[in-house]
Each structure stands twice: as C-alpha cells, then as structure tokens.
Nanobody, 120 residues
Framework: QVQLVESGGGLVQAGGSLRLSCAAS?????MAWFRQVPGRERGFVGS????????NYEDSGKGRFTISREYAKNTVDLEMNSLTPEDTAVYSC????????????????WGQGTQVTVSS
C-alpha cells in the first residue's frame, strides 16, 4: 500500500513558477504527476522511476516542468516554470509498484491533489 500526500499548490501569475511536492509512504516502482480540469480528461504531466531516476514528460511540459527526487524532504517534486493559465488544474501525485503498469502509464495509488491556479 502506498499513501501519497501532495503539497505546494497555490496561485501564481502567468510566467511564474511553482514547486509541488509529493510525500510517499510505502514502496513503489514509479511515481507520476497528473492534472485535471473540471469537465476535461485527466492529463499526464510526467513520471519518475525510483530505479535509475528515469523521467518522462508530456509534450506541453517538456522544457518547463522537471520531476526530481528531493532526498532531504523524501519527496518527489514537480518544478513548474513559465506557467500559463492553461496549466491551471488540480495536480495529483500517483504511484505504482509494478513496472508493467508504469510502462502502460497506469497507476494504482493517488493522493488528494493540490490546486494550481495561474492568473493571466
């Protein structure tokens, strides 16, 4: 069982930056960030594997978003730069203990989510 708790959401102006953190308890193979806007499908943001530290990003986040492990805080963080109003969403951290699930971009555990609002 993996429990996830996100933090760091908030309100930021367009062009600004925000850093989200995901604290995880329990073992997992990979973690990912997803985001959701009401009325729209949940969207993949990026993923991170504990072994090898491999990262993968959705196209709109490449060059702007970075997922990293923060050893001091024992979290997996999502650093978001050059934010636009289109990045406004509830961001959630997800995890899976299985490599085959990660390959299919499928996750078994998720947190409550944290709101990110980007004003124009």
């Amino acid at each position: 069982q993996v429990q996830l708790v996100e933090s760091g959401g908030g309100l930021v102006q367009a062009g600004g930056s925000l850093r989200l953190s995901c604290a995880a308890s329990g073992r997992s193979f990979a973690m990912a960030w997803f985001r959701q806007v009401p009325g729209r499908e949940r969207g993949f943001v990026g993923s991170f594997t504990w072994i090898g530290g491999n990262t993968n990003y959705e196209d709109s986040g490449k060059g702007r978003f970075t997922i990293s492990r923060e050893y001091a805080k024992n979290t997996v963080d999502l650093e978001m730069n050059s934010l636009t109003p289109e990045d406004t969403a509830v961001y959630s951290c997800e995890a899976t203990a299985r490599e085959d699930r990660w390959i299919r971009n499928e996750y078994d555990y998720w947190g409550q989510g944290t709101q990110v609002t980007v004003s124009s």
